[in-house]
């Protein structure tokens, strides 16, 4: 745990409770905005559109946005560009080859991009 800074004002807005820990020498934060992945996503495949259970805790595209899938697993896929949503599914560019594959039930958290 030594690795992991606190931030000096825990009310400035850009902690987040629980397991995410704010590290601000980082230019990005995971959040808690988040959805479950509700498809098997085998690696080296691309797909533009990413099939979830809700997005209804996802908020709309404006921009220099990204996504982890499967924060804390081995097979976690870090910074994906996130291009918007829609009821069930996640927009990804369609070029984005996953390294590793990514397992239906698993968490994708939206990464909170500062100082860019």
Known sequence: MSDYKWPS??????TVIGKYIYDPEQNWVITSKRCI????IP??????????????DMP?????????FSFTYNEQAVMVP???????SILIPAD???MKAQ??????????????
């Open 9 to 14: 004002n825990p009310n400035s807005g850009t």
């Open 37 to 40: 992945l509700a498809q098997d």
């Open 43 to 56: 690696a080296g495949t691309t797909s533009g559109e990413i099939q979830v259970e809700n997005t209804t």
């Open 60 to 68: 709309a595209y404006t921009g220099n946005q990204y996504l982890v």
């Open 82 to 88: 996130y291009l918007g949503k829609t009821t069930n």
């Open 96 to 98: 984005y080859e996953f």
């Open 103 to 116: 397992l239906p039930g698993r968490y994708v958290n939206i990464i909170k991009v500062t100082n860019v």
